[in-house]
């Protein structure tokens, strides 16, 4: 009896799955099949945009400058600004905590000049609490930290990129 009420089981939660829409994430598709950014690929930014946007499959991503006009789109990143902000002290004036923000611009726009995404302005913050006596592990999870926010950003670009359906 065990045996079948388990397998019963496992066909109703398999039901339900279906039939909640859950489905693995599929690649995205983009209006356009090459883009051009202004990020220098070395940076941090410009690393971890290269690699979603090709992980993405069919896109083709460009960033020398010689090769800009054979993209359908240009991505311009206009600032990243990263800033780390004291917003608690102890009685004595020692830091306790503090706000790390990351703020970014960017634009989306054709060779032509037509804006596909006006300048965009994403914000991330995150707060941080602070003891001298840890300052090394403090100074390794703020790293941490811009870095989870720049993954953010870069998945909220790819998001509005998909969601740009005509050039």
Known sequence: ????LSAWLSCALLLALTGCGFGLRQPTSFAFSSLYSSVAPTSSLGVELKRQLQS????QYITEPERRQEAQALLDILSEQRVKTVVGVNASGQVR?????????????????QELIPETELV??????????FAL???????MLFRNMQSDMVQQILRRLAAVKQL
Request: glycine share 4%; charged share 35%.
């Open 97 to 113: 905590e503090f706000q790390l923000r990351l703020v970014l611009k960017f634009r989306l726009r054709t060779p032509q000049g």
């Open 56 to 59: 993405s499959g069919e896109l």
């Open 137 to 143: 592990a403090k100074e390794a999870e703020e790293a």
């Open 124 to 133: 991330q913050q995150r707060s941080l609490s602070y003891d001298e006596v």
């Open 1 to 4: 009896m065990k045996p079948h």
